[in-house]
């Protein structure tokens, strides 16, 4: 409904060069819909966390008859958030998170891709869809599930590993970090794989005809030519990685229900939640919020650059 | 049952589609030795995909006794219908009803944020007009923001206009799909021909009709795509909802099922319910997922292209 209204007030604005009827104002009513909903539920809460970043509620008088208001207090909650010890501490555990999964789970799909796109893996499509099904899995089931597996009570991984004498205990504060990686490792190795598989086949086949007639062998071909072929999904990959362990949440969210060593300032996604809903501090939360978000766009930016000079050379 | 069901259609699908591709595989001929080590390899790799899935349809199977009591991996008394009328009926079917949301959720939602995609995408793919490089760049730019700088002030929003705690208020902001605009402007340019669309317009047709007709058709794969992967990030859904809703009733399954895994250490009875939950909620993605298989193998190769 509300789209149908946008529609026409967008159709009617006036544009120059005119190439006939429709064609000038189409663009602008099949952009309408989104426009709309981009500005209503991105531009205006992006905006409205900026606002709210920059004020403070402060409280005066005591008791009951206490009243609240709102006051700019410029880069206060920043520095609030910068100098906050969780804060930091969560950064710099999505960070390490993010160092490690991201290499490790990027590893395993470009080797997976590049096995199911040579000839030496049958039944290509019934391993691929084994691989990628995990991703279908919503990731709050896929950490009920994992936090399942790795209780002792119910484990079986437990107990295989006990029977021959080692005795894991995925739960405990050092390893929780990393059994939380291996339910995201799990989950979205599928999908990146399918990507970088999906790049491997626009490749055109006379390529690897010229390698092989060179001598080129099948592990030679992959590293050489394949790789650099399909660079840019790699990126596009690590991308999209970086910016997701940045924004962890839901796996050691749903963690909490199994283990006490994630606390609810786990994650900066997590601590900005309790501080805002819990703590009610919702001008706090929104200067976290941002830092994070300039976080992964400063880590975004570095990827892409990086990978720009790595186009470059080659 | 269901493995060599698929591998059988995998196979079928296989000698219809990718020829090109397989001719050339028979032609490489690798060593002995690194098929074995491969095999293994690959043994490894769907152990630890689907021991998971696994341990989850046996575990949904057993009492909560015996889900502590025997061992995971394989099947005790046979409890899986007593265990799905229990989860049916606890708390009054709450469970269905989160099921029912969540495809309300994710039905309708993917369906929206598809067809938003798409024409989007169409848009920016076909016409050169004012403005085209600064939505391009809004959309590209817009997938790097994390998700909770959102949360917290759409949730505001939401408060404010009078959507918390209703369908519409995690339906609507969950619309705002950029990837999907990304995709659908990708699928756009590398599937539709101008010619064709100058040759409908010397036709007279109007430019709606010319997408109806022409660009949303040549979009096909590349629209159930989108589609797939809209529906299973609205699935997965989950800060938002657990933001915007208190009423449980409203709650997708997701939501749901953390809520009663936090209990279920109080309440051991949903240590069982939880599991069962677990797998009853993924059947119908997965369901989705492997149904429309077809498409998002040839949808993705499609985009390939750009990527």
């Known amino acids: 409904m509300s789209v149908a209204t946008a529609a026409t007030s967008t159709s009617a604005r006036p544009r120059r060069r005119s190439r006939g009827g429709g064609q000038r104002s189409a663009p602008y009513v099949f952009l ?19 606002w709210n970043s920059l004020h403070t509620v402060q409280r005066s008088g005591l008791g009951f008859g206490s009243s609240s208001e709102t006051a700019f207090t410029g880069l206060s909650n920043y520095t609030d958030a910068l100098t906050n010890p969780e804060f930091l501490d969560g950064l710099g555990r999505v960070l390490l998170f993010g160092a490690v999964q991201v290499p490790v789970m990027l590893a395993l799909a470009l080797v997976l891709a590049l096995l199911f796109d040579s000839a030496a893996v049958k039944f290509t499509r019934f391993f691929q869809l084994s691989v990628f099904l995990p991703y279908a899995v919503p990731a709050v089931v896929a950490a009920l599930l994992w936090g399942f597996l790795y209780q002792p009570q119910v484990s079986p991984i437990v107990d295989a590993l006990g029977s021959v004498g080692i005795d894991p205990d995925f739960l405990a504060p050092g390893t929780v970090l990393w059994s939380i990686a291996n339910v995201t490792i799990w989950s979205v190795t599928g999908v990146n794989m399918i990507i970088i598989f999906s790049a491997l086949q626009t490749v055109p086949r006379e390529i690897y005809e010229a390698a092989r007639i060179d001598g080129a062998g099948e592990i030679r071909t992959a590293l050489r030519i394949k790789m650099p072929m399909i660079a840019p999904a790699i990126i596009l990959t690590a991308l999209f990685s970086v910016i997701g362990t940045l924004q962890l949440f839901n796996e050691p969210m749903v963690m909490r229900s199994v283990t006490s060593n994630v606390s609810s300032e786990y994650t900066p996604n997590m601590m900005i939640f309790s501080t805002t809903t819990q703590g009610g501090n919702i001008n706090l939360g929104s200067a976290m919020a941002i830092l994070l978000g300039l976080v992964t766009f400063a880590l975004s930016v570095a990827v892409s650059a990086a990978s720009n000079r790595r186009g470059g050379k080659r | 049952m269901t493995m060599s069901a698929l591998e059988q259609r995998s196979a079928n699908r296989r000698s219809a589609r990718v020829r090109r591709g397989d001719t050339e595989r028979h032609g490489e001929r690798p060593s002995r030795v690194g098929v074995a080590v491969v095999t293994v390899f690959m043994v490894g790799v769907l152990i630890y995909f689907m021991l998971p899935v696994y341990w989850l349809v046996v575990a949904s199977t057993k009492s909560t006794s015996d889900l502590f009591s025997t061992p995971g ?95 519409a208020g995690v339906l609507i902001p969950s619309l705002v799909y950029p990837f999907g605009v990304m995709l659908g402007y990708v699928y756009a340019r590398s599937s539709i021909p101008t010619e064709i ?20 058709r040549l979009m096909g794969t590349g629209t159930v795509t989108i589609l797939l992967f809209a529906f299973i990030g609205s699935w997965n859904n989950f800060m938002l909802p657990l933001l915007v809703l208190n009423d449980q009733s409203l709650m997708p399954v997701t939501v749901g099922l953390n809520g009663w895994s936090q209990t279920a250490i109080t309440v051991p009875e949903l240590q069982t319910l939880t599991v069962v939950g677990a797998l009853v909620s993924v059947i119908p993605v997965v369901l989705v997922f492997v149904g429309l298989q077809r498409y998002w193998r040839s949808g993705l190769t499609a985009g390939g292209v750009r990527f």
Do not use: C, H, K
């Open chain 1, 32 to 50: 309408a819909p989104f426009i709309v909903l981009f500005v209503g539920f991105l531009i205006v809460p992006i905006g409205l966390a900026v």
């Open chain 2, 73 to 167: 991996l394989w099947f005790a008394d046979l409890n899986l219908f007593s265990n799905l009328s229990r989860l049916s009926t606890y708390d009054g079917g709450i469970f269905w009803r989160w099921m029912f949301n969540s495809f309300i959720y994710s039905g309708v939602g993917s369906v929206l944020m598809t067809f938003v995609s798409v024409v989007s995408g169409y848009a920016l793919a076909v016409y050169r007009f004012r403005g085209r490089a600064v939505v391009l760049g809004a959309v590209l730019g817009s997938m790097l923001v994390p998700q909770t700088v959102l949360a917290q002030p759409t949730y505001q929003l939401l408060v404010e206009i009078g959507l918390n705690n209703t369908y």
């Open chain 2, 197 to 216: 669309l100058e040759a409908a317009r010397l036709d007279g047709a109007s430019e709606w009709r010319i997408f109806l007709s022409i660009g949303s």
